[in-house]
């Protein structure tokens, strides 16, 4: 499995970083006005006036845009950790209808077989692994388990048993055997001898890396949650602007993996994807999303509060401030936001069910970051915080490192207050726009 998810984000990471690259350098291009073209003034552009009018109906902004997160994310309650299996594949492969085959002829747990090992020391031990045995054959869940296998007849020490849950192996019934298996059965029916039987199969990894990732994610989340808060708050000097990101950032990815979950794990609208039918979310993806939309959606955080923050303390009026930083930024923030869209989106027409996954939840991801988030949840929040935004206390703000991302603490004026240098309007009207001195 490593092995191949090596090779396939080999395949991708090429054409990905060559894509970001381009977009590096074609975006920030976008933002040159030609000297030929009309440039319409910043408050005759559609994203100023649409930053107007959800400043106008803030309250309203703000429950319509945070209730579509909030309902698209909703099925990420329902979120189970696990791998797929051929059971997976599309419905015209030859692996798919061989899996169809062994589970309709010998049951869906045919296609995921638990082996039990113990390593035999004592008589005590060989004596409770026939306990065992008997044990096995008479709990629910189960539709076949063999006797104890000895590696030695004549003098074992190891045993094992091959056994068939009743039910397919990405089932939650087969991942609760498991547990039942570990924690009641197995103890119980080996008693004081010390016989200590471990389970292993492909039902028993998918449960232990699913739990091993699963315990982890808080602590993950945590960490970069409070990294990127502390360096927000240090960039714009606020307490509020950086609470209002990091929560914002989880709207928007809570929004993404309930897509997910919708369409991979429920199975709606399966068949658009080319899915051969639901299963569990790939343990890993969780991690992976969350870090690369984290990082994508500060990001576009980051760019289009700079602006807002340069426009007050330019004027001081954080509803002007607002609206000219929406209107600044919306384009480039659009056409960004867009290539990794499609991105992200080409991933979906892929064979391989894993890459399909992880490139839906992303282009969903930046697509919600790039409209709800940014066009309507930021200035609605904004506009109702006022200047509140950027209150922090001074005690703090002599604690926290300064750190200018926008180059302002740089004030060079020698050029300014040089008598011999005149920039003439004519020069950036004309062809030839650089400035030239007389």
Do not use: C
């Not at 040159?32 to 309250?59: D, G, Y």
């Not at 076949?144 to 990405?170: G, H, I, R």
């Not at 960039?235 to 609470?243: D, E, I």
């Not at 180059?407 to 011999?420: E, F, I, L, R």
Request: hydrophobic share 50%; net charge negative.
């Amino acid at each position: 499995v490593g092995y191949g998810l090596k090779q396939q984000w080999m395949f991708w990471a090429a054409p990905l970083a060559a894509l970001v690259l381009v977009a590096g350098s074609f975006i920030p291009a976008l933002r040159t006005p030609l000297a030929t073209r009309r440039v319409k003034p910043m408050h005759e552009t559609t994203a100023f006036r649409w930053s107007r009018v959800v400043q106008r109906r803030p309250w309203t902004s703000l429950v319509v845009g945070a209730g579509v997160l909030l309902v698209i994310a909703l099925p990420v309650l329902d979120l189970r950790l696990g791998f797929a299996d051929e059971g997976n594949y599309p419905a015209d492969t030859t692996t798919k209808r061989a899996y169809d085959l062994l589970a309709d002829g010998f049951g869906p747990g045919f296609n995921g077989p638990l082996t039990l090992v113990a390593a035999i020391e004592s008589p005590q031990q060989l004596a409770a692994a026939q306990s065992v045995s008997q044990a096995l054959a008479a709990i629910p869940g189960v539709a076949f388990a063999s006797p104890a296998v000895p590696n030695n007849p004549a003098a074992p020490t190891a045993v094992l048993w091959t056994l068939y849950p009743t039910d397919a192996p990405q089932s939650v019934e087969a991942a609760e055997l498991v547990n039942a298996l570990r924690d009641e059965v197995l103890p119980q029916a080996a008693g004081d001898s010390g016989l200590a039987v471990k389970v292993t199969g492909t039902v028993a990894v998918n449960v232990d890396f699913s739990g091993y990732l699963a315990d982890r994610l808080p602590t993950f989340f945590a960490v970069v949650l409070a990294l990127s808060f502390v360096l927000l708050m240090a960039v714009f000097r606020s307490l509020l602007v950086p609470l209002k990101a990091v929560i914002m950032n989880l709207l928007s990815i809570g929004s993404a993996y309930g897509a997910v979950v919708a369409v991979f794990q429920w199975g709606w609208g399966s068949a658009l994807v080319g899915l051969g039918g639901s299963a569990p979310i790939d343990p890993w993806l969780p991690v992976m999303m969350f870090a690369i939309v984290f990082g994508l959606s500060m990001d576009y955080e980051v760019f289009l509060l700079s602006r807002v923050k340069e426009e007050y303390d330019r004027t001081g009026d954080n509803e002007l401030a607002v609206a000219d930083g929406l209107a600044n930024t919306a384009r480039v923030i659009t056409a960004a936001a867009a290539i990794m869209v499609f991105v992200f989106g080409s991933f979906v027409l892929e064979a391989d069910r894993s890459i399909k996954m992880f490139g839906f939840g992303l282009a969903v991801a930046v697509f919600l970051d790039a409209t709800v988030v940014r066009m309507l949840l930021v200035p609605a929040t904004m506009e109702l915080l006022g200047d509140r935004n950027w209150w922090l206390p001074r005690w703090l703000d002599r604690l926290l490192p300064k750190i200018d991302v926008e180059g302002t603490s740089y004030n060079d004026t020698s050029v300014v207050d040089d008598p011999d240098f005149e920039l003439e309007i004519e020069d950036v009207l004309s062809d030839d726009a650089t400035p030239r001195r007389n």
